[in-house]
């Protein structure tokens, strides 16, 4: 499993935008499948966003599609995840997770093996 170390959260104004990352201690994102999800309070976690291995394929959740960006600096073993046009809906924490095999549900959290701790995003005016 890897550790994960997620940054880049904080409170923003809606409209406005936060760049997340995500990056592991001591192994390579090389060959993981990487995936972002969120849980706000009360809430059950969701998936957000997906990349695989290459960062060929991508996928998002409805909810973010059009302001959020998955992508993926293999060079920089990091993983970044824009988001844009930020809602009061968004607010949440978010967690990056890595997954060796490819996910045939990529916004399943059961899909994935190794969890960061998470970062705290809050849109608020």
């Known amino acids: 499993q890897l550790q994960l170390v997620e940054s880049g959260g904080g409170l923003v104004q809606p409209g406005g935008s936060l760049r997340l990352s995500c990056a592991p201690s001591g192994f390579t994102l090389d060959y993981y499948h990487m995936g972002w999800f969120r849980q706000a309070p009360g809430k059950e976690r969701e998936g957000v966003s997906f990349i695989s291995s290459s960062g060929g394929s991508t996928n998002y959740a409805d909810s973010v599609k059009g302001r959020f960006t998955i992508s993926r600096d293999n060079a920089k073993n990091t993983v970044y995840l824009q988001m844009n046009s930020l809602k009061p809906e968004d607010t949440a924490v978010y967690y990056c997770?890595?997954?060796?095999?490819?996910?045939?549900?990529?916004?399943?959290?059961?899909?994935?093996?190794?969890w960061g701790q998470g970062t705290q995003v809050t849109v608020s005016s």
């Open positions: 997770a890595g997954a060796f095999f490819e996910p045939t549900h990529p916004m399943s959290q059961y899909e994935y093996d190794s």
